[in-house]
Nanobody, 130 residues
Framework: QVRLVETGGGLVQAGGSLKLTCFAS????????MGWFRQVPGKEREFLATILWTGGPDTYYADSVKDRFTISRDNAKNTVYLQMNSLEPEDTAVYYC??????????????????????WGQGTQVTVSS
């Protein structure tokens, strides 16, 4: 069984930065991509970024975080990162990482829906103060 653990969350002032880390303990049967999502109470989990596990690396971002957030990976460490810059109070949320085991649609490379991902971490709280 693979367990994902997110770390690096905390309290930061608006305009500041945080770097989140997601470590995969154990082995997944397969890994196509890893992604970052966030969620606030009462709202749907929101896609932020995804990175393919091999090649490129190729990445894709939600418009809301593009040019502010950067996803990266270290395959040897089974780890994915999310560098977050220029944080705003609206970025306050619980941040989750996830594994997508395989592609599910021919011709589609980047997946953004929570249903596309198979393994989830417990989340780490990010709070941005004004």
């Amino acid at each position: 069984q693979v367990r994902l653990v997110e770390t690096g969350g905390g309290l930061v002032q608006a305009g500041g930065s945080l770097k989140l880390t997601c470590f995969a303990s154990g082995r997944a049967s397969s890994t196509y991509a890893m992604g970052w999502f966030r969620q606030v109470p009462g709202k749907e989990r929101e896609f932020l970024a995804t990175i393919l596990w091999t090649g490129g690396p190729d990445t894709y971002y939600a418009d809301s975080v593009k040019d502010r957030f950067t996803i990266s990976r270290d395959n040897a460490k089974n780890t994915v990162y999310l560098q977050m810059n220029s944080l705003e109070p609206e970025d306050t949320a619980v941040y989750y990482c996830a594994i997508q085991r395989s592609r599910t649609e021919i011709g589609v490379y980047f997946y953004t829906r929570i249903s596309d991902y198979d393994i989830w971490g417990q989340g780490t709280q990010v709070t941005v103060s004004s």
